[in-house]
């Protein structure tokens, strides 16, 4: 077994003990023995509890930006992006649902799960052809931060099995977000600092999310 096998492996193994027991509950130790792998290898890739969520955002990445062909403008490649790592949290929905519920009461995982998230929206950013250097990038990458961080809220309680509610989520916060700037839209491309709006303009766009129609949980 190679070390990305073994790591899917415990990765599945958490989170279905997530599902079943809740996070809380879940150790690198009781995901390893519930796989059947080597409790030496299991420490030495995964030393923290934390590493279990942390590989997982890594596998969602690897399988967005693994097909680098993608079409479409800025806004459609994004969106297929974005889809793609969605898919693979799909697969552990049950578990991450019990991550996310423990989230409120466990600060210090929120905040490395928050810093990992917008270096992954960075890489998102890149592949879809969004220029994310200087300040102007600093600002795009936590707009895009925010697509995902609202898109993920309703995907939590999207029961539909082609997730239609959070696709119809992600294209409203893609439009939202156009318009303050993250990527051209129409013709105009040089208006506000090439399109993009002030970090202000980034709380005013958290605050359209908030009054989203669309019901949807805090992570």
């Known amino acids: 077994m190679d070390n990305d096998d073994f790591d899917t492996a415990l990765v599945s193994a958490a989170l279905t003990l997530a599902q079943d027991r809740g ?5 690198v130790l009781a995901a390893a023995r519930q796989a059947g792998l080597a409790l030496p290898k299991a420490r030495q890739r995964f030393p923290l509890k934390a590493s279990i969520l942390l590989r997982l955002g890594r596998m969602a990445d690897d399988v967005a930006l693994a097909d680098d062909m993608i079409c479409g403008d800025v806004r459609e490649r994004l969106f297929d992006l974005l889809m793609r790592r969605l898919d693979v949290f799909q697969q552990y929905r049950g578990g991450l649902q019990s991550v ?23 890489w998102i950013a890149d592949a879809a052809g969004v220029n994310t250097s200087g300040v102007v990038g600093f600002v795009r990458v936590n707009m895009l931060v925010a697509v995902w961080t609202h898109t993920l809220r309703v995907w939590e309680k999207d029961e539909s099995p082609d997730m239609g509610s959070t696709m119809a989520a992600l294209d409203l916060a893609l439009d939202k977000a156009g318009r303050f700037g993250l990527f051209p839209t129409g013709g105009n491309t040089d208006t506000n600092q090439d399109g993009l709006a002030d970090l202000e303009d980034v709380a005013d766009m958290d605050t359209a999310f908030a009054s989203n129609t669309i019901s949807a949980p805090h992570a």
């Open 23 to 27: 996070w809380s509950s879940v150790t």
């Open 100 to 122: 996310f519920r423990t989230l409120p009461m466990d600060p210090a995982l929120a905040i490395l799960l928050g810093g990992t998230t917008v270096e992954s929206m960075r």
